[in-house]
């Protein structure tokens, strides 16, 4: 170490020494720079970078070299050959390069960056021993073995400690070492070489140009030095330009992100680099709390292999997947994820984004809800009680148990609706269901399957004695007065009504659910023909009302020979403008002498008794005559059954009805209840794109109120929903009515529905159904259905309350009370 330093001390001029060790530095900062720049930018362009920082680099060494070699020996006593000294440049560029990429390929990889280091050391080496080489035009030369495998040792060393921390060169302390680092490889090599040289000076050969002197030799030198000098300042300005063009990128990309309503974070190598503002409110943290976690921390313990996986796939095998995150204070909150890789600060990095699916979960777990209960009371309806009724006879037949079923009617209810209004109706109901599930069992199912008419299901029966009882307690219950609000809500009216109930035993009534139904059925018929106010069970005797019942149906069945169907027809207008856009044809039966029958009497019946296609078919024809006929190109909404729906070659006949009458498609409308999915959802899509394909439109009659699925609205998209009168009476009553009606009008736009709502009767409930942007409306504030058998010229000839329903939606009126509709209203 010491004949090293004295090498340097004695034997060099020292300011020279200075200005090779500074040309060196400031070599070995550029290619550092240079190399960063490397890592950083994209594959296609590794090579160009990779080959500056060599060619710099090389340069570097090179200069070092022979401006100490000139201050080893004075210029006029050396003269250099110029093959070895070209050579040497060539090998100091040419073997930095093949170091720099092992190193930019390998550089996480121990044995990659031994490689990589052993590579540059060969390359300083070779460089330094070729130009040493190049003297001998003019002087003898020795070399001491030690010093010549001490000086390649060093090199190596500091050639791999340089490499391996240049790992990470994004900061500047970092850029500054290993710039230390590769000097001291350089400088250690050359002068622990030099001492291991011993020069004899001897006439030089005079070769002409294929010798350089020592001033020559200065020209060249100093030339690269400048070169170099430039290569160092051209590439901090070349930094300075990328680091800005950087930043301004990261801007652009932070306002970006920050505009974005999903959460979105940027992460490399498993860790985050960057999130959004949105993405901070989902994690209820900061930025700096964020930034640099690991990834797999911001998920569920249970989502993390599903998370891994995603980071194994290729990108165009990705596809948004539900996971759930964790919050900083702990909550899981479900998200909907997506991903892309992205380069990021010139780097390649993962931007991740999060949909927070919090609302959609409560928005379907409520209308899950809704499909499955009562909008009005919240019991179960006719969807879920077919279920439980289905289990419960499963387990009976397992277990050898019974199982009775209870039809219940209330008594005199009507009169409520009628002189009350349906708000006290509501209100009664609610108490109603309220008492008579205090007298059930947890394990018994309370459904409500029409305006008045509940069924409750007692599972695990043992004797008749306990089903009579509970149903008597039931019976009492709603036996005793109600205290319910009135109109003005200034005063309770205290409304005394009853009920009447039907009994079913599995398995002597009955052995399936539809049996066990009618059973029971025909046993509260008996009730009501009775006097009401009672209990029975079902008996044998009871087939008188069952002939009775069948002596309806035959009557029905020549109602449409005879004449006695009629339809009406009740105006849908536009939610915004009151214009009319749409008629619905409702069926009226005119019986000899039953009078006016009301369809929820009679179509219950029709499609019991597979009558429905018969008179589904006619009402279908005659609406398109209708419509024909009118002098204004309004739309005709015609309900179907779905048993109808569900017969072969159904959507053939309405094309057959359309071109019989010349009715364009367009003006058909089909509503459709959730029903015609339950059997065969694929054969219902497969009917309803043929009836697309014709250009008839199709609307999902009653959303709400039976199994609205939303796999429904999925599998096939309709043009409207309807959303069911049930929701809209109670608007303005209650908070909850409100907030079902606003889900499922944002449910339809963000479908791309139309929504129809049913049951307008006040201005009140106008104005919140416009409000909430509701698409049409229909009900008695508008017009009551009525005939239209002459055609209808616009404006409506015969119809002043059309006319009027119409001036009523476009301008406030003051409420009005609508006198009670007659039974063919």
């Known amino acids: 170490m010491l004949k090293i330093v004295a090498c340097v001390v004695q034997q060099h001029d020292l300011g020279l020494v200075a200005i090779s060790a500074g040309i060196c530095m400031l070599g070995c900062f550029s290619t550092v720079i240079l190399m960063a720049e490397a890592v950083q930018a994209e594959r296609r362009l590794l090579f160009p970078w990779l080959a500056a920082a060599a060619a710099v680099f090389g340069c570097s060494v090179w200069s070092l070299h022979f401006v100490a070699m000139l201050a080893f020996l004075p210029g006029e006593q050396a003269a250099y050959d110029l093959l070895p000294t070209a050579v040497s440049i060539a090998i100091a560029v040419a073997g930095a390069f093949v170091a720099l990429l092992i190193w930019a390929r390998t550089r996480h990889d121990p044995l990659g960056l031994a490689a990589a280091g052993l590579a540059l050391a060969a390359a300083i080496a070779g460089m330094h021993y070729a130009g040493v080489s190049a003297m001998a035009a003019s002087n003898l030369l020795v070399f001491e073995g030690a010093y010549v495998f001490g000086s390649l040792g060093l090199c190596a060393t500091l050639a791999m400690v340089a490499l391996a921390r240049a790992g990470d060169l994004s900061g500047p302390g970092r850029r500054i070492e290993v710039t230390v680092w590769l000097a001291l490889a350089i400088c250690g090599l050359h002068f622990t070489g030099m001492t291991a040289l011993t020069v004899a000076p001897i006439a030089p050969q005079e070769e002409g140009g294929s010798v350089l002197g020592s001033t020559q030799l200065g020209l060249v030198v100093g030339l690269v030095s400048l070169i170099v000098l430039a290569a160092g300042l051209a590439a901090l300005l070349m930094q300075r330009h990328l680091m800005r063009r950087r930043m301004d990128e990261l801007s652009r990309m932070r306002l970006l992100g920050n505009l974005a309503h999903e959460g979105l974070f940027i992460h490399r190598s498993g860790r985050v680099v960057e999130i959004n503002q949105a993405g901070l409110r989902l994690f209820e943290t900061t930025t700096g709390e964020i930034v640099g976690r690991p990834v797999l921390d911001l998920f569920s313990e249970a989502d993390a292999p599903a998370v891994m996986r995603r980071s194994r796939c290729r990108p165009e095998d990705l596809r948004p997947e539900e996971f759930e995150i964790r919050t900083a204070s702990g909550t899981l909150v479900p998200v909907e994820l997506s991903c892309r890789p992205i380069e990021y600060l010139g780097r390649p990095a993962t931007a991740v984004a999060l949909r927070d699916l919090s609302q959609r979960r409560r928005d379907e777990a409520r209308i899950r809800h809704l499909a499955l209960h009562d909008a009005l009371t919240d019991l179960p309806n006719r969807t879920l009680l077919e279920e439980r009724l289905g289990l419960a006879l499963e387990n009976a037949a397992e277990n050898g148990t019974s199982v009775a079923l209870v039809y219940l009617d209330l008594d005199r209810f009507k009169p409520v609706n009628d002189f009350h209004g349906h708000s006290a109706g509501d209100a009664l109901l609610v108490q109603a269901a309220k008492r008579m599930l205090a007298e059930l069992r947890p394990t018994d199912t309370l ?330 409306m229909q009900g008695y504030l508008f017009a009551r259905p009525m005939p239209m058998t002459a055609p209808m010229t616009a404006p409506i000839a015969g119809a002043p309350d059309l006319e009027r329903a119409r001036l009523r939606s476009l301008f406030a009126e003051p409420a009005f009370t609508e006198p009670p509709a007659k039974a063919c209203a």
């Not at 109109?487 to 009994?503: D, P, Q, T």
């Not at 018969?614 to 739309?635: K, N, Q, S, Y």
């Not at 109670?730 to 129809?756: F, K, P, Y």
Request: glycine content about 10%.
């Open 447 to 776: 459904a409500r399957i029409g305006g008045d008419e509940f069924v409750i299901v007692l599972a695990h029966t043992r004797t008749l004695a306990q089903v009579a009882e509970t149903a008597e307690r039931l019976v009492a219950a709603l036996g005793r007065p109600f205290q319910i609000e009135g109109e003005n809500r200034s005063e309770a009216l205290r409304v005394e009504i009853g009920a009447s109930a039907g009994i079913a035993l599995y398995p002597s009534d009955g052995s399936t659910a539809d049996s066990l139904k009618r059973a029971a059925d025909t046993a509260l018929y008996r009730v009501k023909d009775e006097g009401r106010g009672t209990v029975r069970f079902f008996e044998a005797a009871m087939d008188e009302q069952l002939q009775a019942r069948r002596r309806i149906e035959h009557e029905l069945s020549g109602a449409i020979p005879r004449g006695e169907l009629q339809l009406y027809y009740q105006p849908i207008v536009n939610g915004r403008t009151g214009e009319i856009e749409t008629f619905e044809a409702l069926i009226r039966w005119h019986h000899p002498e039953r009078g006016c029958v009301p369809p929820v009497e009679f179509i219950p019946l029709a499609e019991q008794t597979d009558q429905i296609g018969r008179i589904g078919a006619w009402v279908l024809d005659t609406a398109c005559a209708t419509a024909v006929a009118w002098a204004h190109p309004w739309r005709v909404s015609v309900n179907v059954s779905p048993k109808q729906f569900r017969q072969p070659g159904f959507a053939a006949g309405v094309a057959a009805v359309l071109g019989r009458h010349g009715l364009p498609p367009g003006r058909l409308v089909l509503e459709i209840t959730e029903g015609v999915f339950i059997q065969d959802a694929a054969m219902a899509v497969e009917v309803l794109t043929a009836l697309r394909t014709l250009g008839v439109r199709l609307a999902l009659d009653d959303f709400g109120t039976g199994y609205s699925s939303l796999s429904y609205l999925q599998r096939f998209k309709f043009d409207k929903i309807k959303v069911d009168q049930s929701f809209v009476r109670r608007l303005g009553q209650h908070a909850d009515s409100l907030t079902i009606v606003r889900a499922i009008t944002h449910l339809g736009h963000n479908l791309g529905l139309q929504v129809t709502v049913e049951g307008v009767e006040t201005q009140e409930q106008l104005a919140v159904l416009r409000e909430l942007g509701c698409d049409q």
